[in-house]
């Protein structure tokens, strides 16, 4: 059974730091390409960033660039997010997706979503 949960969410302040990582299991994902998204109340889940099956190409949405960075471990099956200067807009619950092809940008192309962890920036 495929598996794929997040953990690092809580609450920050605005300016802080967070660090989001996506445990993968029952499946190997070294050849999918893998995602950050989110969804704020009342909003479509977002792409937040991406990142290729090797790790050369990577994808950014523009509220976060240059604040994020999205990395993986192909070896631990693991993905991760370093979210800095952290905005109170950046408060949603984050998920972690997986799909085989190429980087997309819409949550609707992804097969393989974690359960989601809750990030809160307070001003």
């Known amino acids: 059974q495929v598996q794929m949960v997040e953990s690092g969410g809580g609450l920050a302040q605005a300016g802080g730091s967070l660090r989001l990582s996506c445990a993968a299991s029952?499946?190997?994902?070294?050849?999918?390409?893998r995602g950050w998204f989110r969804q704020a109340p009342g909003k479509e889940r977002e792409v937040v960033a991406a990142?290729?099956?090797?790790?050369?190409?990577?994808y950014y949405a523009d509220s976060v660039k240059g604040r994020f960075t999205i990395s993986r471990d192909n070896a631990k099956n693991m993905l991760y997010l370093q979210m800095n200067s952290l905005k109170p807009e950046d408060t949603a619950v984050y998920y972690c997706?997986?799909?085989?092809?190429?980087?997309?940008?819409?949550?609707?192309?992804?097969?393989?979503w974690g359960q989601g962890t809750q990030v809160t920036v307070s001003s």
């Open positions: 997706a997986a799909r085989y092809g190429g980087v997309r940008t819409t949550h609707k192309d992804y097969n393989y």
């Open positions: 029952g499946r190997i994902f070294n050849t999918y390409t």
């Open positions: 990142v290729s099956r090797d790790g050369d190409s990577t």
